[in-house]
């Protein structure tokens, strides 16, 4: 779990700042899946797909009251300071709606399918990709009745340039949007609270490239970015309406405009009721279903404790979902025992643990050598030793099962269990005399010792000498520093999408123009360098068609694979358990593996 994202250098092209702003982005979304990322547990290493969606009947009905348990905390309900992928999850599902949503589905193949939230539409770009605009559905309300208008969405925006107020969500909207900057690369806007003569001329500049014109709002880019109408998907790009705006005060406030208001004032480490919002209407919303009258949500409650609660299905618990996954140990009872499993789902969560060869040690000079070392590497004993199917499946490729750009590809033949004898003549072509001294880091906890040790028997028989360093304290600032490049011959790490779509994957861990400097490697770990990616990068990320260009990531990551650039581990896995009552249970794998509250019910 990445705790810090790393620092890049200042670019002149301004399509290597968006990839810089996005890779910071998700390591601030990743750092707030705590549920998604612990390791623990025994069981096998079946890499059977994820039951998704719970074997209850469905019900269609409106009523009821759900228990919504969680350790949390939830940081802030505030749009533009969120950050964690299930707090931005179940906001964008009972609150907060923003221009464009993804679709929810028990199919996790259809999970990705972006549609007009907010909008009418997906959104409309230019011819080159510079422009976006959307338009805004009549009939949708703020909780006091008023109309959510292009302004509110406008305003919504512009706090994220209020650096100094508004701090800890996503920062995208620095990074795409047209807005000069300052000589010290700041934008000359300063956000909506900013004061004097600049002030002037900084909204000024914001109004020429967040423009609405009656219901259509109009965004002016500084470079082409063709997923742009994902990008918006998240909360940042929410609109917030200026008189119910707290600034600094603001931290969990919520004005709601979508199907639940809080009922009172969230309380920090206990929670909050949210009840329904009168004016919501569903003929607005193609995204939630809204069934249940009312969401209790406690947070504060240890996730063990939740899963017992709800496995014994006593009075206060028939109601109750879980929104953290079962500790590892429970979840193979869960999944042995006919009457839990049913009420139960296991998904995807997106995270994804790799490996990072380091390219600037003497070992992993020759691509034969990274070849080895990722034909060598036993998948399946990695993911027993986490816990077994319920916790990861073994996997090759960063890209996640639900992303459009997922494959299926092993270029190198290795398998999930590898093949030493393979290996060893990768590392004879590779001209290394064997054994071949292996130093790898990784982030230590009890599970994750057991993990990495699972490795060793594979590399070991390949020929590597391998010696393992657990690192606890500030893993990822550690290996993000140049010393490191000359202390280890491997990078333990793992990365999430932002979004659907595997641009906010390999340009920010594999495009060395944006990542290393004299600094460090920014998240390029492994120091890959590579002229060609960084092309291919840039013409992929400017392709309109959504269908052409995810098929171009799959193949750019192909080619990444066969030159050893990384080795994928594992994609983690959640299960959640709910009460006998709860009906319609269901995770969605493209926004975090998370419950999905947009369909869930009560039985009455």
Known sequence: MNTRSSRHRPRQQRSNRVWAMLAALVVVLVSGMAGCSVMGGDGDGDSQTPQVAAAHDRVDERGGTLKALSLGPVLSWDPQRISARDDAAFAGRTFLRTLTAYQPSTDPRNQSRIVGDLATDAGTPNKDLTAWSFTLREGIAWEDGSPVT???????????????????GSTDALAVLAVPKLPDGKPVYAGPYATGATAAAGLAAYDKVVACKGSTITFTLSSPVSDFNEMVSQPAFAPVKKSADKGKDGTYEVFSNGPYKLASPWRASTGGSWERNPHWKASTDEVRRAYPDRIDYQEGIETQTVAQQIMADGDNSREAVSLGSAPPAIQQHIVTVDALKERSVTAATGLVDYLAPNLT?????????????????????????????????????????????HHDEDPLAAGNRGDADRAKVL??????????PLRVVYRSSPV????????????????????????????????????????????????????????????????SSMNISAAGPGRDYGYFTSTATNAEIQVIGAMADRTKREEAWAALDVKLLEQGAYIGLAERRALYIAGSDVRNLSANEVIGGVVELADIAVRQ
Do not use: H
């Open 150 to 168: 292009c302004e509110d969405v406008r305003y919504g925006i512009s706090r994220t340039f209020a650096s100094s107020v508004i701090t800890g």
């Open 361 to 405: 040690s003497p070992i992993f000079a020759k691509v034969q050598a990274r070849q080895a070392l990722a034909v060598a590497t036993n998948r399946e004993a990695y993911v027993t030793a986490l816990g077994g199917a319920t916790t990861g499946r073994p996997t090759s490729t960063l890209i996640p099962q639900s992303l459009p750009a």
């Open 427 to 436: 590392l004879g072509q590779a001209g290394l005399s064997l054994p071949v």
């Open 448 to 511: 994750a010792d057991k993990a990495m040790a699972a490795l060793v028997a594979g590399w070991t028989e390949a020929g590597f000498a391998p010696t393992l360093t657990p690192l606890k304290d500030d893993y990822f600032a550690t290996i993000g520093q140049r010393s490191a490049a000359k202390s280890y011959d491997v990078f333990w790490s793992n990365w999430a999408p932002a979004w659907a779509s595997a641009s906010t994957i390999l340009p920010a861990l594999f495009d």
